[in-house]
């Protein structure tokens, strides 16, 4: 069974360009988190999506930053005219429909570097 | 949610038991107890997670007192692939597993 899968594992964009970031569930799991992690912290919330649903997006930067979950294939977090403040290793994880303890799978994340 | 406090760093060397203490002195009745190791350049792993009381399993030991208010992870016999940032998270499982995460404690482990 293969764990949570992101890709790019690195990611170079020039400010402006946009950056799109890939994140495959484990098998039989229905439920997506995106974390951000900028240098010598802690990972922060950013969006929980289930298929086809946006559940909480209170981390979510209120412009150029959006989630997506569809039905078919891989959740997407997109951000548009990236800026110098963008670069962050962005983590997926997930976890099963009816999650029963606070376990989440992280997968090995995005590093996305804007120049 | 409840917030956690937790020692920035510790240094430690191999062979030795290393025990971390964090503080919630907020958490909730549902909250559990969860701690994860994230090594660099890789998404956090699960390690631990409890109610109260001890929890064993084959990496770690958590220790819980009655209160609840604190909680403490023992790693037995640590290797220098412990060197890793260890995070303690208090959460509701029944709240769809939205993690926060605080600054963590950077391990460092030494021959």
């Known amino acids: 069974n293969a764990g949570v899968m992101q890709n790019p594992r690195h990611l170079v964009r020039r400010r402006g360009q946009e950056a799109r970031l890939r994140c495959s569930p484990m098998k039989g799991h229905s439920h997506v988190y995106w974390y951000r992690q900028l240098p010598e912290e802690g990972l922060k919330f950013m969006v929980y999506?289930?298929?086809?649903?946006?559940?909480?997006e209170s981390g979510m930067p209120k412009e150029r930053f959006s989630a997506e979950f569809p039905k078919e294939g891989p959740s997407i977090l997109r951000i548009q005219q990236v800026v110098r403040g963008d670069s962050a290793a962005y983590f997926c994880?997930?976890?099963?429909?009816?999650?029963?303890?606070?376990?989440?799978?992280f997968g090995q994340g995005t590093r996305l570097t804007v120049v | 949610l409840a917030k956690t406090t937790q020692p920035i760093s510790m240094d430690s060397y191999e062979g030795q038991e290393v025990n971390i203490t964090c503080s919630h002195n907020n958490i909730a009745t549902n909250d559990y107890i969860t701690w994860y190791q994230q090594f660099p350049s890789q998404g956090p792993r699960f390690i631990i997670q409890?109610?109260?009381t001890k929890v064993t399993n084959e990496v770690a030991s958590l220790f819980i007192p009655a209160d609840r208010k604190s909680s403490t992870l023992s790693l037995p016999r640590v290797s220098l692939s412990d060197t890793a940032v260890y995070y303690c998270?208090?959460?509701?499982?029944?709240?769809?597993?939205?993690?926060?995460f605080g600054t963590g404690t950077q391990l460092k482990v030494e021959l």
């Open positions: 999506l289930q298929k086809e649903n946006i559940i909480d």
């Open positions: 998270l208090v959460g509701d499982p029944g709240g769809g597993n939205k993690l926060t």
């Open positions: 994880a997930s976890s099963p429909p009816i999650p029963l303890n606070t376990e989440a799978f």
């Open positions: 409890g109610y109260k």
